[in-house]
């Protein structure tokens, strides 16, 4: 496989990865970050670095905007519900483990 059809391929993927966090809004950022330790900030923050190493500013909002597909206070606004204790918790105690 050449370098630009990887390329091509892991692009499609991540397209696809946002595609699907974009059709299921309900599952809750806290909840990725509980069972899978990122979440669609931690996204944004990496699509951000990314450009930064192929020399391109995008600042952490204009990143969000991208994986959220809208502002980030309009998500929130819209499909953000507030963490349940149980959520809390969950996330308090995979930080201490």
Same mark, same amino acid.
């Given at each position: +496989? ?12 991540? @397209? @696809?990865?946002?595609e699907?966090?974009? =059709? =299921?809004?309900?599952?809750? =950022? &806290?909840?990725? +970050? &509980?069972? $899978?330790?990122?979440?669609? =900030?931690?996204?944004? *923050?990496?699509?951000? $670095? ?16 991208? &994986? ?8 929130k606004?819209?499909?953000? $519900? ?11 105690? *995979? *930080?201490?483990?």
């Amino acid at each position: +496989m050449t370098e630009d059809t990887q390329t091509r391929i892991e692009a499609a993927a991540f @397209r @696809r990865l946002l595609e699907h966090l974009d =059709n =299921n809004k309900q599952v809750q =950022n &806290i909840d990725l +970050m &509980i069972l $899978a330790d990122f979440c669609r =900030n931690c996204l944004a *923050k990496w699509y951000s $670095a990314a450009a930064a190493d192929e020399g391109e500013h995008i600042d952490y909002d204009a990143a969000r905007e991208i &994986i959220y597909k809208m502002p980030y206070s309009e998500w929130k606004e819209h499909h953000q $519900a507030p963490a349940t204790q149980a959520q809390l918790d969950a996330m308090a105690a *995979k *930080k201490k483990a």
